[in-house]
């Protein structure tokens, strides 16, 4: 049953982890149960909701509370969840959560993974994404798109924050991020264990194959670099092989890459795409 009414802000309890924001990111961290849940509140409106969201958002929130009835609900006007989400779309959803944090890899894993032959992995490999627009937007492509496995850097890499998951679209709720101390002596054990590394670069760069020339054929690690920087040289020292997504059109100087996230897309779903037509 909820607690308080949209004037109740003096009893409102005070946060004990950090404000998850978004229909999608809340329902999803309701749904998958990987954190702890302090408080749910919930925008007050006088009229009969009925949308389609709303309804879909009271009976995950009823369901939630039945079996954790400790979490209170909180109705509370619109002014009170924009200064909780520091005026991010809210969506009328807000829940007190605690946070995410990567997972440790097991190094041994590349071994097994590399090992199953019922399925051919495809891991992605994020070295030091740090804007949370794009680091919730590839993991949601890496999501949609059948990625086995993230790998970050424990350093210098976005952390899994709201905003990650509201611009993730609830996908970091579902996804574990594992990271490793030094990329770059993971993608040599990677190759090492037989698998193809592969680096992405602008159009151009010596030596590297256009997407579409490259196939999954054995385990791949597809490693995507820094916004502004790409791969650092260690990182690409490291990779089996570079590959580029080519233009459709002559591009004026300056102008020679995509967005990471939007790369990273493309870049997904050519190569699952290969996989499939191969088999």
Request: glycine share 8%; proline share 5%.
């Amino acid at each position: 049953t909820p607690h308080g009414s949209a004037k109740a802000e003096q009893r409102l309890p005070k946060r004990k982890g950090e404000y998850l924001f978004g229909v999608a990111p809340c329902l999803a961290a309701l749904q998958t149960r990987r954190r702890k849940v302090h408080a749910i509140f919930v925008k007050y409106t006088a009229e009969k909701a009925d949308d389609f969201k709303r309804l879909a958002t009271d009976e995950l929130v009823q369901k939630y509370t039945k079996s954790n009835g400790e979490t209170k609900v909180f109705r509370v006007d619109k002014a009170t969840l924009e200064r909780m989400s520091e005026k991010r779309p809210h969506q009328g959803i807000i829940l007190d959560v605690d946070p995410l944090e990567f997972k440790e890899m097991n190094l041994s894993d590349l071994k097994l993974a590399g090992n199953d032959h019922d399925h051919l992995p495809l891991w992605l490999a994020l070295d030091e994404i740090q804007d949370p627009m794009n680091m919730g937007a590839i993991l949601r492509c890496a999501f949609f798109l059948g990625v086995d496995r993230i790998v970050v850097t424990f350093k210098n890499c976005c952390p899994l924050t709201p905003v990650v998951s509201k611009a993730s679209s609830g996908a970091m709720e579902i996804v574990q991020v594992y990271a490793v101390g030094s990329m770059s002596g993971m993608l040599k054990l990677a190759s090492g264990c037989g698998w193809d590394v592969v680096g992405t670069c602008g159009s151009g760069e010596q030596g590297a194959l256009s997407l579409q020339s490259f196939s999954l054929q054995r385990p791949t690690l597809l490693v995507v670099g820094n916004e502004g920087e790409g791969l650092r040289p260690s990182v690409v020292k490291a990779c089996t092989q570079l590959v580029t997504i080519e233009p459709c059109r002559q591009l004026p100087p300056g102008f020679d890459s995509l967005n990471v996230a939007v790369a990273t897309g493309i870049l997904l779903h050519t190569l699952q795409r290969s996989s499939v037509l191969a088999h």
